[in-house]
């Protein structure tokens, strides 16, 4: 056993030790995350809500575990409500509900952001409308005054402002240092309903188990009619979770899921710095093209051939225009000159005398000057 390895295994037996010592001197803490899960046992979990929701819809609820686009591309359903729980819902779904209200089901949202899809059909908008610690929630039907709900621990604060004309205000959040704000709207929608929550808390775990609550609950959902319930929840399945988030969920699993990927990193990290070689370093390439450019073109200087330079310059014209231009270029005639002006949008006149210079550049026995070959060039770079 190297001394390396030494240092490494008395590293990973005192972090273990620490861990250990932490673990068993830790407190148990709440989870006052909001997660609206069915499966939570936590504060905000809907567990409670859950179990009790067949008796609280007379066993006609069925819970859906696809998106609505999916479930209703597939099946084709007569008026009935759908429940969905501070839930994401993309945007084709969306639609595929506000086509079943207005064909004449009812949709009760529960959800503390009100999608925008929803809101811009239907004309109402929602926001964080208050910041006390508590608050109440009421309904405004006088045969439910007596059954509210007393938010003590953390209230979302939102509630409806921009209301359309027409839009009934069933209940009410009530606080000390504020105004009465809307949190539960009816709206109508074709031969539908819309009933809309913005605080979602009030069918959690924590405040279900608090004497009287369940009644505020009973009422808001008497709103809708004795009917089939669809409850579009395939997010919260359990089993449709990624498995991080169960092991994450779990305290002992997610401690040695860390320690694995410290353990990981540790060792790629001490593994590479030892046996990584010495890169070397390699000079690169040097760039001739320049050089072999004034070479050619002294060559051709000191020989003085300008009817050669402008032969190369007329084929190389020639096949720029083949290949980028998708014109034929063997017989340059006057439906060659109409293409290639209406390709490049050139003056004729220019394309006239361009196509004189190329033939006389391919004429073998054409004499040709300097001149020549300098308006050529320059004739054929303004064109292409």
Wanted: aromatic share 14%; proline share 3%.
């Amino acid at each position: 056993m190297n001394k390396t390895f030494k240092i490494y295994a008395v590293i990973f037996i005192v972090v273990m030790v620490i861990l250990a010592l932490f673990e068993v001197n830790k407190t148990e803490s709440t989870d006052w995350w909001k997660n609206f899960k069915t499966y939570q046992k936590s504060p905000f979990g809907l567990f409670i809500f859950n179990n009790e929701v067949k008796d609280l819809f007379k066993n006609k609820i069925k819970k859906i575990n696809q998106t609505p686009y999916d479930y209703y591309s597939e099946n084709k359903k007569k008026p009935h409500n759908i429940l969905v729980i501070e839930h994401e819902v993309d945007s084709e779904s969306w639609n595929k509900i506000l086509d079943q209200v207005s064909e004449g089901s009812d949709a009760m949202l529960i959800v503390s952001e009100i999608p925008k899809e929803v809101s811009d059909s239907i004309g109402y908008y929602d926001s964080k409308l208050s910041f006390e610690d508590e608050n109440v929630l009421k309904l405004t039907d006088i045969k439910y005054q007596n059954d509210f709900i007393h938010l003590d621990k953390f209230p979302s604060g939102r509630g409806f402002t921009f209301i359309k004309p027409g839009v009934e205000v069933l209940g009410k959040t009530v606080e000390k240092n504020n105004s009465d704000q809307a949190n539960f709207i009816k709206v109508n929608f074709g031969k539908g309903h819309f009933y809309v929550h913005s605080e979602p808390l009030f069918i959690t775990n924590y405040y279900l188990l608090k004497k009287g609550n369940v009644k505020y609950a009973q009422d808001v959902f008497s709103y809708l009619d004795d009917k089939e319930t669809l409850w579009f929840d395939e997010s919260n399945s359990k089993a449709s979770q990624f498995f991080l988030r169960f092991i994450l969920s779990n305290p002992a699993l997610k401690y040695a899921w860390w320690i694995l990927l410290g353990g990981l990193v540790l060792f790629i990290f001490f593994n590479a710095k030892r046996k990584q070689r010495i890169v070397p370093i390699i000079d690169p390439l040097k760039n001739t093209s320049v050089e072999f450019v004034k070479s050619i073109g002294n060559l051709y200087l000191q020989e003085g051939d300008f009817h050669d330079m402008m032969a190369k310059k007329a084929q190389y014209f020639l096949n720029k225009v083949r290949m980028d231009l998708l014109i034929d270029t063997q017989n340059l005639d006057e439906e060659f000159e109409k293409k290639l002006q209406l390709k490049t949008g050139k003056p004729m006149e220019m394309i006239t005398e361009a196509v004189v210079f190329i033939k006389k550049a391919q004429n073998p026995y054409a004499h040709v000057m300097k001149e020549d070959l300098a308006k050529m060039n320059k004739l054929l770079d303004q064109i292409i």
